[in-house]
């Protein structure tokens, strides 16, 4: 097992990757931005290294930066994690030109399946069901004009080299195709530095899962059945959950043959995900394959007893697999809810800022995934995810009461959050239902705006009667919060004093 | 009693109240209000409100007061009782940037007439793109920004007049 090895991430993920390595007796070390200098992720590593301006192209994205980083700490491995540099072929080959080992899938495969483009003709070629589309390497309007006619609106703009939505536009008719396109090329060369799009048949009302599939260096692959993540806000996911409502014992046993088969088919090590489309009919089609660890890994965890994380390390020494296919099984149901610095009743439009105040919930089956402390600042730079929150139960009923009221003992203040928007999605009579589909949020919270009256009035209340004790001091106020600790202080340190 | 202002949305809400004993007294507007309320520390208080309590937590900032009751979070701008309740919310002749990104595009120039709801200027935050759109009919009289500018949440970065014919 590896002695040191490099977290080349922050947030949520960071910290769950070092905790990972301190399973492992694996020496974390943490990088950071001028904005993160006081984040939890530096707080928890052995050492870390500062990379330089809160601009990601100036820190989590300069693959020269990290490699030094990696190099002068003496690190043997680097983890990518999700987002930033973790889906980028050049990042995985520069770290294993740099003689240190990449916690990934090979290159080759992050290639492959990274360009959804290629992925798309790889996996149609090994008989598995793709959705109808076009892609072409020539941004030509006409061309796309004439494809999508063929297709039919609505339809969809998708990012080649994308993930995550970014990069992604519904099209409704040929009209708005000019300006959805070139959104989508800018929003993607902004992103991920490749402009290329492609263009998707839209699927009505359809649902998103995803196999988790997990391969090793001896020719094993398996995988640890489905997560469903219909419920998304800008082709983003909010919840995510598993065992699907929407999966018979007979589609699940088919969609994780093809997961496999996908995963065979590219030449993967390491841990990915197959994503599926399911359409009304129950039909799946091969949508795309994430090449790192996914955000809502922990809902699989919980429910298979596996730790990915602690596996793909192992995995990465050479060790074979530690689970054979017939002896996983699915137990009681576990559901995340990604709690972002997002305005919920103002379009979910991103925050940053001071968190003020923070309590996390406890309890019997929760679970909580934080990248965030009291008293330092959500930056503006990054993707605003704060934390997950995820809770297990024997089955999905108390799995969602459970997190509806770990969510109601969520407290963040000073930015706002997705925290009480999700607990009245998790109470709906659709979300019961198991009425997930990918047009959740549009269809049945559209005009949603917080608490109630009456939950207003409570809190003019106690926010009159609070208020006046801040002029005599008893209340934390921002500038209390931000008085700095020992650690915050000592800045950019480094234990062991390796260079 | 103790007098609050707060701004909430458009309008302010005085909040009178007054806490003897554990027994709070409280008046909204015509709503009045008694009750049991135990200060818990700093910022965390159980309020009883028809036999339930409700855990709630309150934090000031630069004028905002944000408090939260059982999990669910309000914003509130405290105003001053000698402050003039002048005019409130966002001007309707400009464009600014709901939160701190940088200018990607910007679709109008000045002298140009403009719908309401045309696109004036994209803003990338968040790694997201964000059209902004103009508030109303009229002609673009101001333009703030330029391609490629970082801009700060709430400075007004396209001014439109009312169009005069």
């Known amino acids: 097992m590896f002695k040191r090895v490099l977290v080349a991430n922050r947030g949520e993920i960071a910290v769950r990757i070092i905790r990972a390595c301190r399973t492992l007796g694996i020496s974390p070390v943490a990088v950071y931005s001028e904005a993160d200098a006081q984040a939890l992720h530096v707080r928890l590593a052995d050492t870390a290294v500062l990379l330089g301006a809160p601009e990601p192209g100036e820190s989590y994205l300069a693959i020269d930066k990290l490699i030094d980083a990696a190099k002068k700490t003496g690190c043997e491995a680097v983890h990518p994690g999700y987002g930033f540099l973790a889906e980028r072929a050049a990042f995985a080959r520069a770290v294993i030109e740099a003689g240190l080992t990449w916690i990934g899938p090979p290159p080759e495969a992050i290639d492959l399946l990274g360009d959804k483009v290629a992925s798309r003709v790889t996996m149609a070629k090994a008989g598995i069901p793709v959705i109808p589309g076009f892609s072409s390497g020539e941004p030509d309007l006409e061309v796309f004009r004439a494809e999508a006619k063929k297709i039919g609106y609505p339809l969809l703009i998708k990012a080649a080299a994308g993930g995550g939505g970014k990069g992604m536009r519904i099209v409704q008719e040929p009209s708005a195709m000019e300006e959805a396109i070139s959104g989508a090329m800018r929003e993607a060369q902004g992103a991920f530095g490749d402009s290329r799009v492609f263009l998707e048949k839209w699927v009505e009302q359809p649902r998103h899962v995803e196999f988790q599939i997990f391969a090793d260096t001896h020719g094993e692959a398996i995988h640890l059945f489905e997560r469903e993540c219909s419920i998304q806000r800008r082709h983003q996911k909010v919840v995510e959950e598993t065992p699907s409502v929407a999966l018979t014992p007979q589609l699940r046993k088919e969609m994780g043959e093809a997961a496999v088969a996908t995963a065979k088919a590219a030449g993967y090590v390491n841990a990915g995900t197959v994503e599926f489309l399911l359409d009304k009919n129950g039909k799946f089609y091969f949508l795309e394959v994430n090449t790192r660890i996914q955000v809502e890994h922990p809902v699989t965890e919980e429910v298979v007893g596996v730790d990915l994380v602690a596996e793909q390390f192992r995995v990465t020494s050479g060790e074979r697999l530690s689970w054979r296919q017939d002896e996983l099984r699915q137990r009681g149901h576990a559901i995340e809810a990604r709690i972002y610095a997002e305005d919920p009743a103002a379009g979910f439009l991103p925050a940053a800022g001071p968190l003020l105040y923070l309590e996390e919930p406890r309890g019997p089956g929760i679970r909580v995934e934080s990248g965030v402390i009291e008293g330092v600042g959500v930056p503006v730079h990054y993707d605003p995810i704060m934390a997950k929150v995820i809770a297990w139960g024997p089955d999905r009923l108390s799995a969602a009461r459970r997190l509806i009221l770990a969510l109601e003992h969520y407290v963040a203040l000073g930015v706002p959050t997705t925290a009480s928007f999700l607990r009245d999605v998790l109470a709906s009579e659709p979300f019961a239902r198991g009425e997930t589909q990918t047009d959740f949020i549009d269809r049945h919270f559209k005009n949603w705006s917080g608490g109630t009256e009456k939950d207003k009035q409570t809190a003019l209340i106690v926010a009159a009667v609070m208020s006046q004790q801040a002029k005599t001091g008893k209340i934390r106020t921002a500038q209390t919060a931000a008085i700095p600790t020992p650690w915050e202080i000592l800045g950019s340190w480094r234990i062991g004093g390796r260079q | ?165």
């Open chain 2, 1 to 165: 009693m103790n007098t609050k202002n707060f701004r909430v949305g458009g309008e302010i809400l005085t909040v009178k109240t007054e806490l003897r004993g554990g027994i709070l007294n409280a008046e909204i507007g015509s709503s009045i209000l008694q009750t049991a309320f135990q200060q818990l520390g700093q910022s965390e208080a159980l309020i009883t409100i028809e036999g339930k309590a409700h855990r709630t937590v309150v934090v000031t900032d630069q004028g905002k007061v944000w408090a939260a009751v059982d999990g669910r979070v309000f914003v509130f701008e405290e105003v001053n009782a000698d402050e003039e309740f002048g005019a409130v919310g966002a001007n309707e002749n400009s464009v600014a940037a709901p939160m701190p990104g940088k200018v990607i595009k910007v679709m109008v120039a000045v002298g140009d007439l403009v719908e309401e709801g045309q696109p004036v200027l994209i803003v990338e935050a968040m790694k997201m793109e964000h059209t902004l759109r103009a508030p109303r009919k009229g002609t673009v009289i101001a333009l703030q920004c330029v391609d490629g500018q970082q801009v700060e949440a709430g400075v007004p970065l396209v001014e439109i007049a009312m169009k005069e014919n």
